[in-house]
């Protein structure tokens, strides 16, 4: 598998239910008002620049769309909806 | 034309006769009722099903008869019972007899002169009533049992029960009314505020056996605007779980919030409750006024600009306890602060200067929010119709002890009418009509125990008279035979009132049936 042009091939990090710092416990759909969300980057287009694989990104929550793979499910987004690499 | 209703006319002897007959019928059904010995009514509701009650109103209210000009007399006479209830919570069946035994007695008179007649009924009126005014008692806290017993029909122990409740909490208490599942009466004073809104979340439940959730201590936020994410509150919410404190949330929540809130509750992270804001409507903000001036909390609108991100603990307010079930909340607080008891003498203010039942309703609601004592009387039987029967006769001790609160007692079984029938002096043919019909509550409770009026002698000493129950002479106030003072006169009242209007008419005019 090898993403084309500007698109990567991403998968969630799920997180499950967190604590604030505060200690309050957040189920995932409760931070939906948290716009960027945390992925993997699993492989990138060649027109790619500043992001490579294994880079953990921020990415938009609303972008991109489900793949299937092997029985696998992955996302795909644009370039453009990557907004911070850790 | 076609849709013009054709009427039917009676004049004279042939329509006062018919407005009679519908009237003694009534008198017949209800006021076998009446009385320490008065028996239960058996009668089928507009669903067909059986009811047993002891309770002149319901009696009242279930009769509907056949013949149009009959059925005038007796609704003429329902209104003057359901007016007295209004009035003094009790005394349904002390009117339809005295109205009846109005009628009866004018009807009576050979060659009469309605216009003379009714003036001296209604002077007549006046002169029973000071005279009871004159002997009647104030009401101490001992005589509430009695008080309270006659009017669940001599059922001591219910009768116990209502003056316990009024007894706990005094005269500024509000005395209510509750049905419970047990199959026993019991009394619940609340020390509190209570408020209708009952559980949002089962998970906020911590007492399974009475599916209740309670908090203790709990800190009290108050928000007027809804709540739509958790984010709002989070800062809140964080501070009481950083202090171990329980938290109890008066507000409209969105649906995502709350479930947000019932996780963090069921994995043991929070101690929280959630109850919604008070009902939209004009009360809405006086509600949520009361509640902020009870717990001490500061009521916050974000739609006035209060941020719930920038909130500071000192804006919580707080309780001992709260409680809350499926259907109300309690609220537990300690001692009354100056500011609140301000408000109280406000409160009471306007209830003695207003007197529409609405607005008194709503101020005793108020009052009753903010006196923060309440004594719920919870009515328990082992069946539906029994249970019925039992809520309606505690719903009248209730009031009739309210009354007597209100105004004093005098002596009961009809003694009081029965000694102002003798010692009121009867000037004109009107005012003997009515002294003559005042004696008929006391005969009727005789008739009802099956004793014979006439070896009596009731003349002989006021405010005694005979105890149906026991067979003897007694001082029917210090046997605790007593009625409130307000029952007896606004059922005279109203009796006189309808007694003079239908004697006063000659002609009737009914829809005709086809």
New interface residues.
């Given amino acids: 598998m090898r993403a084309v042009g500007k698109n990567l091939v991403i998968q969630k990090i799920k997180e499950g239910?967190t604590?604030?710092?505060?200690?309050?416990?957040?189920?995932e759909?409760?931070r939906d008002?948290i716009r960027y969300i945390e992925g993997k980057v699993l492989h990138v287009g060649s027109e790619v620049v500043g992001v490579k694989e294994l880079d953990t990104i921020f990415y938009d929550r609303h972008a991109g769309h489900k793949i299937e793979y092997n029985k696998e499910t992955y996302y795909i987004i644009k370039l453009t909806d990557v907004v911070v690499v850790l | 034309m076609s849709d013009a209703i054709v009427k039917n006319l009676s004049f004279g002897k042939e329509a006062s006769d018919k407005v009679f007959a519908g009237i003694e019928k009534l008198a017949k059904a209800v006021s076998s009722t009446l009385g320490a010995s008065g028996k239960c009514v058996l009668l089928e509701d507009a669903a067909g099903r059986p009811v047993i009650t002891k309770d002149g109103v319901s009696v009242a209210d279930a009769i509907i008869l056949l013949d149009p000009v009959e059925n005038m007399g007796a609704t003429l006479l329902k209104e003057a019972a359901r007016k007295t209830v209004r009035e003094a919570g009790d005394g349904t069946t002390t009117a339809t007899v005295l109205a009846h035994s109005i009628l009866k007695n004018a009807y009576a008179v050979e060659n009469p002169n309605a216009r003379e007649i009714k003036e001296g009924i209604n002077t007549g009126i006046e002169n029973v009533i000071k005279y009871l005014d004159s002997v009647s008692i104030k009401v101490d806290d001992k005589m509430l049992d009695q008080i309270a017993t006659i009017s669940t029909n001599n059922d001591p122990e219910l009768g116990k029960l209502v003056g316990d409740a009024f007894r706990s909490v005094g005269n500024t208490g509000i005395v209510m009314m509750e049905t419970s599942v047990e199959p026993d009466c019991s009394l619940q004073v609340v020390e509190g505020v209570q408020c209708d809104m009952g559980l949002t979340n089962t998970h906020f439940i911590t007492n399974q056996k009475n599916k209740t959730a309670e908090l203790e201590n709990p800190l009290v936020l108050l928000v007027e605007s809804p709540i739509e994410?958790?984010?709002q509150i989070?800062?809140v919410?964080?501070?009481v779980?950083?202090n171990n404190k329980a938290l109890l949330i008066i507000a409209d929540l969105d649906q995502?919030v709350l479930?947000?809130l019932a996780?963090?509750k069921s994995?043991g992270?929070?101690k929280v409750n959630v109850i919604n804001a008070p009902t939209y409507g004009i009360n809405r903000k006086e509600i949520f006024d009361d509640l902020a001036l009870l717990t001490g909390a500061t009521l916050i609108n974000e739609d006035l600009g209060d941020d719930l991100d920038l909130i500071q603990p000192e804006l919580l307010g707080s309780c001992i306890k709260s409680v809350t079930n499926h259907e109300e909340t309690i609220l537990h607080v300690g001692e009354t602060k100056p500011e609140v008891l301000e408000i109280i003498e406000e409160v009471k203010k306007s209830l003695t200067e207003n007197l529409q039942s609405n607005t008194v309703i709503k101020l005793e609601k108020r009052l009753a929010r903010l006196t923060a004592k309440i004594a719920i009387v919870k009515v328990g039987a082992n069946s539906e119709i029994e249970l019925k029967e039992k809520a309606d006769r505690i719903e009248d001790a209730i009031c009739a002890t309210k009354a007597a609160i209100k105004e004093g007692i005098v002596p009961g079984g009809g003694i009081a009418l029965l000694n102002a029938s003798y010692n009121v002096d009867a000037k004109t043919l009107g005012e003997e009509i009515l002294l003559d019909s005042i004696r008929a509550p006391f005969n009727t409770i005789l008739e009802n125990a099956g004793i014979d009026v006439v070896s009596l002698d009731p003349v002989s000493k006021t405010g005694y008279g005979l105890n149906v129950i026991t067979n003897k002479t007694v001082n029917m106030i210090e046997a605790g035979i007593i009625d409130p003072l307000l029952v007896t006169k606004s059922a005279l009242r109203n009796a006189g009132s309808v007694a003079t209007t239908i004697l006063s008419t000659d002609c009737v005019i009914n829809n005709m049936r086809m």
Avoid: C, H, P, V
Wanted: proline share 0%; aromatic share 4%; hydrophobic share 40%.
């Fill in positions: 239910t604590a604030t710092k505060g200690g309050l416990l957040l189920a759909s409760q008002d | 994410s958790i984010r989070q800062s919410l964080e501070f779980i950083k995502t479930s947000a996780m963090n994995k992270n929070i």
